[in-house]
């Protein structure tokens, strides 16, 4: 009987196939994820490039939009769906399998890949200082400098499965394409999980300390209150403030430069008139910039999709009492009105 009858794979009693299948390489996961990256990089440059002037207004929100491009890409490829395989990992004899060796669901690979993006979705995100409440950085510090040194540290050093966080959040292997079967895996070493939580609290708790040490080292409150007083004009997205100390190597001594970078979602021919506005703001309110050499305004227009970026950066930069000059100059305008928020 058991000659002519020989149980099929699926059948209860049939022998489980000892484990033998091998877990990728790390390098060739690495090259596989750097040939899935520029196929999205560019095909979203492609695609965006066109609509420059409406993707520039979505400030903080850009990559959300790449996120959702790149979601079906992962989570449709990686899933039962696309039999586990990216072009990368196709073209590198790499498969995402659980650990019998199946592909995984739609559900579980959207899940996987979403924990896999979330820190460096977030690292791409610019919030405007000044209207977003700080738990909000604190929390987003958490998921960018925890999760992703965890998952990070154990896909390079978690020799024995390479799985990272996005890999034991749904039970996911990437394995030898080439081969069938269950994998040959075995377990976690817990060493593992000290050294990973150690990472984790060293960049979350130094990254607190850091944040205390450079607010000792400026007048951080002066420049919040500029960053504020620029956030709150009409098209501006988010305002990034600086007091730079630079050191000339030819002997030209040591020059102050305070610099504004502003990201702005106005028009093109706008741009020297919303660097003059800023300037005045910024020398009316802040007097200790006069003592600088250099006032520096950029104004940047742009957007930032994670799998796309594009900007315009025009950079206005005087001394403080040569920008005093031209603001007495300047023609009389209607000033911005503040931002809606």
């Avoid at 492609?46 to 992962?74: E, H, K, N, Q």
């Avoid at 990034?240 to 093109?268: A, E, F, L, Q």
Wanted: charged share 15%; proline share 6%; aromatic share 10%.
């Amino acid at each position: 009987m058991s000659i002519l009858f020989q149980p099929h794979a699926g059948d209860p009693q049939a022998p489980t196939p000892f484990p033998s299948r091998p877990i990728g390489p790390l390098w060739r996961r690495i090259v596989a994820a750097l040939v899935d990256a520029i196929i999205l990089v560019v095909a979203g440059n492609v695609m965006a490039l066109p609509f420059f002037d409406t993707l520039s207004r979505l400030g903080a929100w850009g990559p959300l939009i790449g996120f959702c491009v790149a979601l079906p890409y992962y989570g449709l490829l990686n899933s039962r769906a696309g039999n586990g395989q990216t072009p990368g990992k196709r073209l590198l004899h790499l498969q995402v399998v659980n650990a019998n060796g199946e592909t995984i669901s739609v559900t579980k690979s959207l899940v996987r890949y979403a924990v896999l993006i979330a820190p460096f979705l977030l690292n791409e995100m610019t919030l405007p200082i000044t209207r977003t409440p700080k738990f909000i950085f604190y929390l987003m510090s958490v998921i960018v400098f925890g999760l992703g040194s965890m998952t990070i540290y154990l896909v390079l050093f978690n020799r024995k499965t390479r799985q990272g966080v996005h890999d034991l959040a749904v039970g996911s292997y990437v394995a030898e394409a080439d081969e069938t079967g269950a994998l040959k895996v075995q377990r976690i070493w817990k060493g593992h999980w000290v050294v990973g939580g150690a990472l984790v609290v060293l960049f979350v708790v130094g990254g607190f300390v850091l944040e205390g040490s450079i607010q000792k080292l400026y007048d951080f409150p002066m420049m919040f209150a500029d960053a504020r007083l620029i956030e709150e004009m009409e098209g501006v997205q988010s305002v990034d403030v600086n007091d730079w100390t630079w050191t000339s190597w030819s002997g030209g001594g040591k020059k102050t430069i305070y610099d504004v970078r502003v990201s702005w979602s106005g028009k093109k021919a706008q741009g020297e008139w919303i660097a003059t506005e800023v300037a005045s703001r910024i020398l009316q309110h802040n007097t200790q910039v006069m003592g600088r050499n250099f006032l520096r305004i950029e104004i940047v227009r742009g957007y930032n999709l994670g799998i796309a970026r594009a900007w315009v950066n025009h950079r206005f930069e005087d001394t403080p009492a040569n920008w005093k000059m031209k603001l007495r100059e300047r023609p009389t305008q209607q000033p911005l009105a503040p931002a809606k928020l």
